[in-house]
């Protein structure tokens, strides 16, 4: 029997997104989620690492406070820091697919070419294209 890895989370990111790699073809960034109302208020920081084209549409279209809907699969991440101690966190992989949505308003742009482009493009009845900050608009 095989299992379920699947993580979806609202948030906001707390930086700008970094790419890199040889080819720009990484780019990490990470989303704060807050749970709760008032007094129980609690945020949880979420790393994210998404491959490929999504790496040049992340790094172009989203900044700093925009709040997102990502979706992906749990992954270790490993290293050792400064000190030779060896490191673990989990991370979030982006799916290629459906796995990065834009949250909150906007118009339209070069967001639906880019994104149409970083999947590959897609048949009809699959939504792939979206518009910079739509309302729930499908990024990948």
Same mark, same amino acid.
């Given at each position: ?14 930086? #700008? ?14 989303? +704060? ?5 008032? #007094? ?40 050792? #820091? ?29 967001? +639906?070419? #880019? ?13 792939? +294209? ?11």
């Amino acid at each position: 029997m095989s299992n379920l890895n699947q993580f979806i989370a609202q948030g906001n990111l707390t930086d #700008d997104p970094r790419v890199m790699g040889e080819e720009n073809n990484v780019v990490r960034f990470a989303i +704060a989620v807050n749970n709760g109302f008032g #007094d129980r208020r609690t945020t949880t920081f979420v790393d994210c690492v998404g491959f490929g084209n999504q790496a040049a549409v992340i790094g172009k279209h989203l900044s700093k406070g925009k709040q997102v809907i990502i979706r992906g699969m749990l992954i270790p991440n490993s290293w050792e #820091d400064k000190e030779g101690n060896k490191r673990t966190k989990l991370e979030v992989r982006l799916e290629n697919v459906n796995g990065f949505f834009f949250v909150g308003n906007g118009g339209g742009g070069e967001a +639906a070419a #880019d994104a149409e482009a970083a999947s590959g493009g897609g048949s009809e009845g699959e939504p792939v +294209a979206a518009a910079e900050g739509g309302e729930g608009e499908k990024l990948f």
